[in-house]
């Protein structure tokens, strides 16, 4: 899986592929190309497998100098841990992407139809917005939407980038069921709420976010600044109908209260997404966003039709919240192991308040604080250790964290980022219940078999690197010590390819070494004797021919050939 990566604008960018197409276990989900394209519908085993990220700190890493170790703490930032969330989340997003995609199936009739009517809307566009809803509303494509709002530091960024990046972003077609089908097909995008919270700004973010995908300039041509947003949305439309643009994600929403627009307006602008654009739109935010839909219960309601994911902090005498911190606890690097005594668990809760960020930030500072303290020779982390580490090196959070320890709803208000609709809470809460004991059986089955899924890697390259047939000079189990020290260094998750490319790279040049070695030994070790029985021949007035036919070097070619 490709990595998270961002432009300077802060654009989430993931694979392009070219398109295979797939039988679809739903009847309604065949014969649409943008559908079959993308992978399978995923198992709680596919999100499992795919989405966790657990860092790999070796033995021998933690028996490193303190400088080094400094840096391989740094490795604990990227920890992802599954939880029923995300589950969740995925589900909601797997459904998104599909359902949108049923009403602008590109073989059907309707979908030309909508391609000329938005061609003859741009060719009258500085009328066209007069008559925008009207003539959109013939060849009207309603998408669900869906809100997923939540505190600061929860990790909703993280999990909805992780789980887009499940998908490729961009599809090429060619052909489709033996006939030509030249498409380009944008399954995800995702940009970022303007702070200034315009909605002219957040039109060309979405043009910019195109043309950093694909090289394209539509922000020139269509988002320069007599453009009124309703004509941009024109264009957004076309844009998402040409490109099959499969979802649409807006983070930071809450951004949109800075706006000078009134609320209804904001929230038709966000229906229009859906209902004109046909776009799926995800809108993420923080708790601050709620006050978005508080004033129109009826256009709040079709602003999220997919309903509302509210995401709140882990609860200190949850399953969820222990076997979050009982994994985060395997990725120390200190000489000495700390064991997870419930003194310990109690403090570090109370400091972190069940915020995921906060936690994985006060794991990795209480353990750069045991490595430089002179008084903490065996570098262990304690509930000392963590209250000092909170209190000096997270101090710019404590307002905060504050608030939340004494629920004081005054001081909650002024930080509003994290506060919380805890009736929506109780909802999901039975059912978030019944996935914790899932989640935790299936991930202590996964960390048993990590074990047998390194060594199964390592037997299947071991095979395919030998196989080449190009490493004359080295032996089977040469191979094998290369490949072990790739595939051990590594983590579980690393792409097989990437790991077979870095083992023929060093297999290269280790055959290499070999090679010029063994040639070395040749000279010194087999070349040397020729020259001393030349030597003892000329002594002995011999010719050198008969004491090399004597001594076996030369062999003669009747016995050679028709023996």
Known sequence: MRSLEKTNNLVLKGDFEKATYREQALSEYSNNPFIEALPCIFDEDNVLERFMVTPRITQQEKQSETNIRYHVLKRVKNFIQPLPIHFEVERR???????????????????????????????????????????????????????IIGISGIGKTTAIERLLLMYPQVIKHETYKGQPFNRTQIVWLKIDCPYDGSLSTLCKSFFKAIDDLLGTRYLEKYGYLNRITSTMLLHMTSLASMYGIGMLVIDEIQHLLHSKNDQEEMLNFFVTLSNTVGIPTVLIGTSKAQQLFKGNFRQARRA?????????????????????????????????????????????????????????????????????????????????????????????????????????????YKYEDIMINLDDLMINHKQNTEYEGKIKKA?????????????????????????????????????????????????????????????????????????????????????????????????????????????????????????
Not at 367 to 390: G, H, M
Not at 531 to 550: G, N, S, V
Request: charged content about 35%; proline content about 2%; overall charge negative.
């Open 93 to 147: 997003l797997s459904t998104l992407i599909r359902r949108g995609y049923l009403a602008r199936n590109p073989l059907e009739k309707t979908f030309f139809e909508r391609i000329r009517v938005l061609h003859q809307l741009r060719e009258d566009e500085e009328e066209a917005h007069k008559y925008i809803d009207e003539r959109l509303n013939y060849i009207r494509s309603t998408a669900d939407s869906l809100s």
């Open 304 to 412: 999220a039709s997919d309903g509302a994911i509210i995401w709140d902090r882990m609860a200190e005498d949850s399953e969820e919240w222990d076997f979050f911190l009982e994994t985060l606890w395997e990725l120390q690097c200190l000489k000495t192991r700390s064991e997870l005594t419930e003194d310990v668990k109690k403090t570090f809760y109370e400091e972190c308040q069940g915020i995921t960020s906060v936690a994985v930030n006060l794991f990795i500072l209480a353990q750069e604080r045991a490595l430089f303290d002179e008084s903490n020779e065996e570098e262990r982390i304690t509930p000392r250790v963590l209250k000092k580490t909170a209190k000096e090196d997270m101090k710019i959070i404590q307002p905060m964290l504050n608030a939340i320890r004494k629920n004081d709803l005054k001081a909650m």
């Open 443 to 563: 991930m202590k089955e996964r960390q048993n078999t990590l074990g047998y899924k390194r060594q199964d890697t390592i037997e299947n390259l071991t095979v395919e690197v030998a196989s080449l047939g190009i490493f004359d000079n080295l032996e089977l189990s040469d191979i094998k010590r290369i490949i072990i020290r790739i595939v051990e260094n590594n983590p579980i998750d690393t792409d097989l390819n990437v790991l077979k490319t870095d083992s023929i790279q060093q297999a290269i040049t280790i055959n290499q070494q070999k090679k010029k070695n063994k040639e070395s030994k040749m000279q010194k070790g087999e070349l040397l004797p020729l020259l001393t029985l030349r030597t003892a021949a000329i002594e002995k007035k011999q010719h050198p021919y008969e004491l090399l036919k004597l001594k076996g070097f030369i062999k003669s070619p009747l016995q050679e050939f028709y023996k």
